[in-house]
């Protein structure tokens, strides 16, 4: 769980062009970090290619902090094994 | 600094409204103007369904000379001029003419493709047949320069041409020519008469509906084609204040892209039409969280909706839901290149009577495809932004953001 959280931040980060430590977990990415949604799909994309899972963009309102992607991608992976 | 560009003036008619009163009458309660039959479409086409102005008065706008000269969208697009031009109050004799603007937009222009199928066919075999005075109603660009003309408006002149997104391409280009100092006041928006080569066209590629436009519907068939204009009436907020003119609504901004991809198909996964709202959102410096009513452009064709609903989940996020949307394709068809003025002119209207026209035919939302609809007639909330959507062939999008003038 850590692990995903972790990568998941790592992703967030990257798109948003800051430090991991620089934001936290629920901060929403439009309102708190300034994305749009260029960087919305963006973070789907590599979402969904870090793990394996199928993501579009009617799950954008899904993930709108790094712990909704968590559990979003958590969902998604169970799922998947299912 | 920039200028401030407010909307002084307003007008529209469409099928299930001859003018700018009983169309937002009929708007607001729910009421479309489809029906059955019309000139253009024989007997053995499949989809007779229309949104036909059976009522225009063009007597009451025009005069003989410009009725007897002009195509049917040019004449739609002048009463549509006319009564926006009259609701703005603008005294022709006191403004510079040189400083006024007209742009107009058109998907099908005047073709008349009966007509000029005929003038082309005597040209070979009969020219004692030739109209050759009508020649010049066949021109796109008859459209606004018979506005120029009719009020001897003498600033730039044209068509704009981006397929269904024109008449809200034209506004965003009034914002412009206002905001850069080109123009003191700008008429714009779209004209389209009903014309064979839509029908046959949009039959082709199988986008027609047997029965009422029912946009985001899980039994939607696809689009009705309808005819009307809608016309704005732009200017500087400074010019607009000196001669005491009412002020209805701020105009804050625009945006416009292309999919670059498909001509007929929009990139349905939303993005670009996302990105479009966000640009649109920036530059009218206005928060997403902060629209209260979005004129979707809700054609009624799968791919269409599909588009717009993933377009604003992923623009306004978890907060998709907040704003009250709704198509009024529903009541008057698809008029292209009209489509975007009218809808322009229903944002104004909303903001000025705090009042969304309602969505009707909806009876169960395709699933995947939940936005917060209106769905009840006269419904009335405090309306301080307003965000409408243009989307065309080509993949032409444009956005244009109204807000409430304090």
């Known amino acids: ?82 | 600094m920039d200028k401030k560009v407010v909307v002084t003036g307003y007008g529209a008619l469409a099928c299930n409204g001859n003018n700018t009163d009983t169309f937002w009458d009929a708007i607001l309660n729910g009421k479309d103007g489809y029906s059955d039959s019309h000139r253009y479409i024989d007997s053995e086409f499949p989809f007779k369904l229309c949104g036909l102005i059976n009522n225009f008065e063009a007597e009451k706008f025009l005069t003989h000379d410009e009725i007897a000269s002009l195509d049917r969208s040019a004449q739609l697009g002048l009463a549509a001029a006319t009564m926006a031009i009259k609701k703005s109050e603008l005294n022709i004799n006191l403004i510079d003419k040189r400083r006024v603007a007209v742009i107009m937009g058109s998907t099908c222009g005047t073709n008349l493709a009966v007509e000029i199928k005929d003038f082309v066919k005597n040209w070979y075999t009969d020219r004692e047949k030739v109209d050759t005075e009508n020649y010049t109603q066949y021109n796109h660009s008859s459209i606004p320069n018979a506005i120029s003309k009719k009020f001897g408006f003498k600033g730039v002149s044209y068509l704009e041409g981006t397929a269904c997104a024109s008449g809200n391409h034209s506004i965003g280009e009034g914002i412009d020519l206002i905001k850069l100092g080109k123009a003191d006041v700008v008429i714009c928006g779209g004209a389209e008469a009903l014309n064979l080569l839509p029908h046959l066209g949009f039959n082709s590629i199988r986008s027609l509906a047997s029965k009422k436009c029912a946009p985001f519907d899980k039994n939607r068939e696809g689009i009705v084609i309808g005819e009307g204009s809608g016309v704005l009436v732009l200017e500087s907020e400074d010019h607009a204040k000196a001669r005491g003119g009412n002020i209805y609504a701020f105009l804050k901004g625009w945006s416009a892209n292309c999919d670059a991809e498909n001509i007929t198909s929009p990139i349905t996964d939303g993005t670009r039409c996302a990105q479009l709202i966000d640009i649109c959102l920036a530059n009218a410096g206005v928060n997403r969280n902060d629209i209260d009513y979005i004129s979707l452009h809700g054609t009624g064709t799968p791919k269409n909706d599909e588009t717009e609903a993933n377009a604003l989940r992923l623009s306004f996020g978890d907060n998709w839901m907040r704003p009250n949307v709704s198509s009024i394709k529903s009541m008057i068809g698809h008029t292209f290149g009209a489509a975007g003025g009218i809808e322009a002119v229903i944002s104004v209207m909303a903001i000025q009577d705090q009042k969304m026209p309602p969505q009707i035919n909806l009876s169960e939302v395709q699933k995947g495809l939940e936005l917060n609809f209106v769905t009840e007639t006269q419904k009335a909330a405090a309306i301080n932004n307003v965000l409408s959507l243009s989307f065309g062939f080509g993949g032409c999008n444009i956005a244009t953001l109204f807000s409430k003038y304090n």
């Open chain 1, 1 to 82: 769980m850590e692990a995903i959280v972790e990568q998941v931040k790592e992703i967030v980060a990257n798109a948003i062009d800051l430090e991991v430590g620089e934001f936290g977990n629920d901060e929403h990415l439009y309102n708190d970090l300034g994305a749009d949604s260029v960087i919305g799909f963006e973070i789907i994309t590599k979402l969904q290619k870090k793990f394996g899972v199928t993501i579009d963009t009617k799950d954008a309102p899904t993930i709108m902090t790094v712990n909704k992607m968590v559990e979003l991608v958590n969902a998604k992976m169970a799922t998947a094994s299912n």
